[in-house]
Structure formats: C-alpha cells, structure tokens
C-alpha cells in the first residue's frame, strides 16, 4: 500500500499538484486555511483535515507548499506545528520557495525527532503543475531523496538532487535571478514590437525559438499580448522570492545589479495594486510609458 501523503497549501500550483498525487493513488490528505479551495480534491477522494496537527500526526510524507518563509516558520514550528506532532519516520518536503537558512533550521529540528526533511522548492508554474511537468530542485540527505523520488515523478519531470539541506532553496534563487532578469527583457521586446509598428504575435513565431527563447517568452509574453493577467504565478511571490535571493547575494558580498532592477520595478508594480497578479503583467509599466 502507498505511504499517506499530506499536502498543506491548496493555491495556483499545489492543488494541480496534490490532484496528480492522489490520482496516483497515493491516500491524500489535505488541509489549508481556506476550506474552499478543497472542495474538488475532497470530493475526489482526499480526506479533510481541520488542522496541521491532525495532518500531521496521520501522514506518512507531508509536502508544505505555502506562502511566505513565516508561514512556513509558523507551519512547521508553532505549538501544533508538524515538527510538534510528526510521527518518527515521516519524511517532511517543504517545497515552498524560502530561505535555506530555514530550510536547513527544518532539517536539523527534524533530524532531533527522527524526521526525515526535504527542500525541493518547484519552477514551472500553473502549467507546469497543472502538466506535471515542474522542475523539482531538493536538498537534504541522499536518502531521503530516494525515498521520495517516486513521489516526486508524480508531479515533476526534471527532478535533481542538488545537495544537503538548503542546496534545494539556493538553486531556487538561482532559478528566479534568471527569470527576474529575463521578465525585464521580455517586456522590452514586446513593448518595442508594438512600438515599432510590428505584430507582437508574429514577431513571437520568430524569436521564441531562437536564442531569445525562453520560458517566459514562450508562455508569458502570449498572456501579455491577451491581456491576461491571470497569475500562474504572484507578482507578491516573486518579489517575496527575489527578496531572499537579493538577501542572500548580500551575504555571499555577490552583486546582483539585474536582480535589483527586477526587484525594484516589480516592488513599483504591486504599488499599483498589480500584487495578486500574475508576473506576467509586469508590462503594464511599459503600457503607462
């Protein structure tokens, strides 16, 4: 029989994520704030739980995907926190975009009380949760990697161990630094595309399988010629995730001069009421100009 899983954090990716699991067959159990938002994993078969605790303590492998690095603080070490009420043996993945210096504080609480921990924060997106297709980067012991690697083919493709504990978390930062840099680049091209009298879309067909092609330039700049701001991914997330990287650069003495624009116009971006949007509309500050 299938180890139980546990999934915490039901927003634009871990719902297509905690589906494929269960789909899988893996015994589902689910919890977050908002009831809501696991109407449809319930109804498919995953049993409710009103409480990190009682996921907790009836979960084999529980996989943390949540906001910010004080949720995740607050999710793994509050009185009724998993590290609290895990049974020994459970494997615990945070696969929350957070701080490695978190992530290792997580392993080495785990470590005390038998627990296995696992960073393996994600990139993909709502498609690449939604295709099972993400990019799964982990830290931690070796062991444990292997011991979840099934479970990890269930949601992503390109799964890579990266190293101990945090290695996971300081890939990630690795990951947004290009798409910080690279967002910046997308927009200009589309905004020059309109201006120069072009069509945006056509002028895609050519450079999107060039050496401009990109993620980004192949699945977000179609969105911001469709006006959709629909976010795949938080404005608020990534400024939050650009903020640990440009921190942790601070403290490796590492200038980061792209990702400090990228920070700066997006932080621009959410003063205009754009955080609970998707990247993408980052080209609205070229629409403005």
């Known amino acids: 029989m299938r180890k139980t899983v546990g999934f915490i954090g039901l927003g634009v990716m871990g719902n297509s994520m905690a589906r494929h699991i269960l789909q899988a067959g893996y015994p589902l159990n ?47 070490f509050g009185d009724e926190g998993i590290l ?12 929350t975009t957070s701080q490695p210096s978190l992530a290792k504080k997580i392993y080495e609480k785990a470590n005390e009380k038998q627990i296995f921990a696992l960073d393996a924060p ?15 980067m982990v830290g931690g012991d070796k062991e444990a990697f292997e011991a979840c690697l099934p479970l990890f083919g269930v949601i992503g493709q390109n799964i890579v161990y990266q190293g101990e504990a945090g290695a996971g978390q300081h890939t990630k930062m690795c990951n947004q630094i290009v798409i ?17 009298g072009l069509d945006p879309t056509t002028v ?15 699945n977000l700049a179609p969105r911001m010629l469709a006006d959709d701001f629909e976010p795949g991914f938080f404005v608020k997330h990534f400024i939050k995730d650009m903020g640990i990287a440009l921190e942790e650069a601070s403290h490796m003495n590492l200038q980061t001069p792209g990702l400090e ?21 980052l080209v609205k500050l070229w629409k403005t100009n």
């Open 30 to 76: 689910v919890y977050t704030r908002t009831k809501e938002k696991a109407d449809e994993l319930i109804q498919l078969g995953a049993n409710w739980k009103d409480s990190v605790s009682k996921l907790a303590i009836e979960s084999n492998i529980i996989i943390t995907m949540i906001g910010y690095p004080k949720d995740v603080e607050e999710v793994y």
């Open 84 to 95: 609290q009420t895990a049974k020994q043996g459970t494997y615990v993945i945070d696969m």
């Open 122 to 136: 994600v990139s993909g997106g709502d498609i690449g949760a939604r295709e099972a297709r993400l990019a799964i």
């Open 180 to 196: 910080a840099s690279g967002m910046i680049g997308v927009c200009e091209a589309v905004a020059y595309a309109q201006k120069s």
């Open 204 to 218: 895609l067909k050519s450079i999107s399988t060039g050496a401009a092609g990109s993620w980004s330039l192949s």
């Open 261 to 281: 624009l990228a920070h700066k116009l997006y932080e621009q971006l959410a003063e205009t009421g754009e955080e609970n949007s998707g990247t993408q509309a």
